[in-house]
């Protein structure tokens, strides 16, 4: 792995269902984050995580939920998809904070029907 | 509220000089950050200002007014390839960043 990977590349979702965007790096940073992204918002903050075993809540939390039980992985879950959570997601991390460079992942198309 | 603003789309012609504005009105100030991005591609580093002033990187220039909530990305000898989304965003009182929805630069021969 070189960088940060995103899995899977796209998904078509029924409503309801549940569904978990996996995300890894291998650069060994601190922070890790996950974004929406939609035409004419810009990126929009999910949720983030600062350092192994805390997490934090963004601009669009609700429905959302994320762990990070160790520095690498940082999974986004979907407990139950809605039409409105069709977006591209993109996964990001830096080295400590948001003063630092983010490395993004290729994104994720998500479409819920 | 916190805001960012920027144009949403322009025009430019291959070999001339452009520049993107961006301003800015946000809860604290720790940083301002340009971006690039490639139709379905992921954004990518340019440059990163905290102090005011010009910083240079090639091509590409960025300049960074904090008392006037102001930003520019100047790009050099523009390139068919230069044809992107250019995304501001501002690193807040809370570390986090707020990013504006993107200057579409469409390039033209």
């Known amino acids: 792995i070189a960088g940060i990977t995103q899995a899977p590349t796209s998904q078509i979702l029924a409503a309801g269902r549940r569904m978990t965007l996996r995300c890894t790096q291998d650069m060994r940073h601190n922070a890790m984050y996950w974004y929406r992204q939609d035409l004419g918002l810009g990126l929009r903050l999910i949720h983030y995580s600062n350092t192994a075993g805390t997490t934090g809540k963004g601009e669009v939390p609700d429905g959302y939920s994320v762990s990070r039980a160790n520095t690498d992985d940082f999974p986004l879950t979907l407990a139950s998809a809605v039409p409105s959570q069709t977006s591209v997601y993109f996964c990001a991390s830096s080295r400590r904070d948001s003063t630092d460079t983010q490395y993004f992942g290729p994104g994720t198309r998500l479409t819920v029907l | 509220g916190q805001n960012i603003d920027q144009p949403t789309e322009m025009t430019a012609t291959e070999g001339a000089i452009v520049q993107i504005n961006c301003t800015y009105q946000?809860?604290?100030?720790?940083?301002l950050f340009w971006y690039q991005q490639h139709a379905g591609e992921a954004p990518t580093f340019l440059s990163y200002?905290?102090l005011d002033g010009l910083e240079e990187k090639g091509r590409f220039s960025s300049f960074l007014s904090r008392s006037k909530g102001y930003s520019y990305l100047l790009l050099k000898e523009l390139q068919m390839k230069d044809s992107a989304s250019y995304l501001c965003?501002?690193?807040?009182?809370?570390?986090?960043?707020?990013w504006g929805a993107g200057t579409k630069l469409i390039i033209k021969p």
């Open positions: 946000t809860s604290g100030f720790n940083g």
């Open positions: 965003a501002v690193s807040d009182s809370n570390y986090q960043l707020i």
């Open positions: 200002n905290v």
